[in-house]
């Protein structure tokens, strides 16, 4: 299973809830792609959403809301809803079960108890990385350094280059004495 997520939010945490809903749903992750993105704010409101493409192997790209916490039962609750999508299931045929949640509200199923052990997970926000400014002397030897290899690197590409020239030279010096012995064999002849 491959995630990408272009979130702040850490992307183990979504592995962890996507891997538990496809066990619970028995849905095979293998070749399956995420992405995570962050929607738009619309008039009806921030919440979870996504689409998926029909058959397999998964391809699901989740909307979460940004500036606010992820309601993890709703966000398990849409990921099972597009794995039903990504085994080919349109939302006619989720009439009966706790994947639409318009169906499951009519018929008196709660999805939201469905998906309840989705709040025991946690979504947190990635580690911020602090960049300290480096010293002059650092500078100077990471400069150094990038000098060094690029030294080495050209040095390979000389003894390349001679080595190349040396095979071609020979071959050359090669081809001149069969041209001699050519020209000697014809004034013999003649």
């Known amino acids: 299973m491959k995630i990408i ?8 945490h979504f592995n962890r809830i996507i891997r538990e809903v496809a066990k619970r749903e028995m849905v095979d992750l293998k070749d399956a792609k995420f992405t995570i993105i962050y929607r738009r704010i619309s008039h009806n409101g921030a919440y979870i959403g996504g689409y998926a493409y029909y058959g397999m192997p998964p391809r699901v790209t989740l909307k ?7 309601d993890k039962v709703e966000l398990a609750y849409v990921i099972a809803h597009e794995l039903c999508h990504s085994q080919g299931l349109r939302h006619k045929q989720m009439k009966n079960a706790v994947y639409s949640r318009r169906y499951a509200n009519k018929r008196g199923l709660d999805w939201k108890q469905y998906y309840q052990w989705a709040n025991e997970l946690t979504i947190e926000k990635k580690a911020v990385a602090v960049h300290t400014n480096p010293s002059k002397e650092q500078i100077v030897l990471g400069k150094r350094e990038k000098c060094q290899r690029a030294m080495y690197k050209w040095e390979k590409r000389v003894k390349t ?3 190349h020239y040396l095979k071609w030279r020979r071959k050359y010096m090669y081809y001149e004495k069969q041209l001699e012995k050519a020209a000697c064999v014809q004034t013999n002849n003649a």
């Open 161 to 163: 280059s001679q080595k």
């Open 64 to 70: 979460i809301p940004k500036d606010i916490p992820v």
């Open 5 to 12: 997520n272009k979130t702040n939010l850490q992307t183990e």
